[in-house]
């Protein structure tokens, strides 16, 4: 069964570059979340999408923006890249947003800021 | 505001002998409560996950959980551990549907 795709799977930046991570939900899956995990964190709930719009916010920083597009794939743009942006960067999807709803979440796409 | 509270950071066990791993939650909403485990340099999976219908949810690889409504509690359980369980273990709560938010997991080792 198709799952969520992230691109790239590994991702080396130097401080104050700017990086792009891609997501690719699983068909007919209209929501994506994107969360963020430090080094031995728990993730942290960035921004989620559903139906091309903005459903809800956590605590994403102003320099990092994300989008979801027609073809409900989604963006997260970061800039002005910090040492401590350097974190793995989950992303899922689900099929609407009801109780219950289950997320599935991506392999990840691991940044290392340097 | 919903959040979880992951009673304990390390659980170690011995092969063999039950899991129980806690989590506390507080949602002023009837809560979606779920377990994702993630194996390491791995993604999160769903392990079972709770919707208001049956109290004890079974997932898979033997996992259960019991949700207490009066005591606010979704404990993960599991009667006999493997030493494939070892992994780290997060509680997760939902509310409204769109953010989940996540516990600060639990590191399970399992001894031979």
């Known amino acids: 069964a198709a799952g969520v795709i992230q691109s790239p799977r590994h991702l080396i930046k130097e401080k104050r570059e700017t990086a792009t991570l891609k997501c690719y939900p699983i068909?007919?899956?209209?929501?994506v979340y994107w969360y963020q995990q430090g080094p031995g964190q728990d993730p942290q709930f960035l921004i989620s999408?559903?139906?091309?719009?903005?459903?809800d916010k956590g605590s994403i920083p102003d320099r990092f923006s994300a989008q979801q597009f027609s073809d409900y794939h989604s963006e997260l743009n970061m800039s002005s890249l910090e040492l401590g942006d350097s974190a793995l960067y989950f992303c899922?999807?689900?099929?609407?947003?009801?109780?219950?709803?289950?997320?599935?979440f991506g392999q990840g796409t691991r940044l290392t800021v340097v | 505001a919903q959040s979880v509270t992951q009673l304990d950071s390390h659980v170690s066990v011995s092969e063999g002998t039950p899991v129980l791993l806690r989590c506390n939650y507080s949602s002023s909403y009837s809560p979606s409560l779920f377990w994702y485990v993630q194996h390491p340099n791995k993604g999160l999976q769903l392990l079972l996950k709770y919707t208001s219908a049956a109290t004890l949810v079974k997932g898979i690889n033997g996992f259960e959980a019991e949700f207490k409504k009066s005591e606010t509690s979704f404990h993960l359980t599991k009667p006999s551990a493997h030493m494939s369980d070892a992994a780290e273990y997060f509680c997760?709560?939902?509310?409204?549907?769109?953010?989940?938010?996540f516990g600060k997991g639990t590191s399970l080792l399992v001894t031979p």
């Open positions: 997760v709560v939902s509310s409204s549907g769109y953010a989940l938010n």
């Open positions: 999408f559903y139906e091309k719009m903005q459903s």
């Open positions: 068909p007919r899956h209209d929501t």
């Open positions: 899922a999807s689900s099929g609407g947003t009801g109780k219950g709803t289950e997320a599935f």
